[in-house]
């Protein structure tokens, strides 16, 4: 069975940092992207970063230059390393994680984990 299982979510103070973890477990036949995405209270769930299999990475602009997205392949995990952060990042965070054999296409989700940053 598939699964997701994130942590390192909280609550923070502005200008601190927090990591995020995702470990993947399961059978996947060919994962290509590994993302991030949030929701904040009343706004649409929105992509914060993704890695590619190769190594690419893309961040929505309102983190670039804060966040880094990260993966450790031995430990088959994707990590989002959060700096800087601000009150508006305050959302539940979304491990996703984009699988596909061969011209299907296959989603999966963690749990979700609330980050707080608030003084």
């Known amino acids: 069975q598939v699964q997701l299982v994130e942590s390192g979510g909280g609550l923070v103070q502005p200008g601190g940092s927090l990591r995020l973890s995702c470990q993947a477990s399961?059978?996947?036949?060919?994962?290509?992207?590994m993302a991030w995405y949030r929701q904040a209270p009343g706004k649409q769930r929105e992509l914060v970063a993704a890695i590619s299999n190769g190594g690419t990475t893309n961040y929505v602009d309102s983190v670039k230059g804060r966040f880094t997205i990260s993966r450790d392949n031995a430990k088959n995990t994707v990590y989002l390393q959060m700096n800087s952060l601000k009150p508006e990042d305050t959302a539940v965070y979304y491990c996703n994680v984009k699988d596909s054999f061969p011209y299907d296409r296959y989603d999966y989700w963690g749990q979700g984990t609330q980050v707080t940053v608030s003084s």
């Open positions: 399961g059978s996947f036949f060919n994962i290509h992207i």
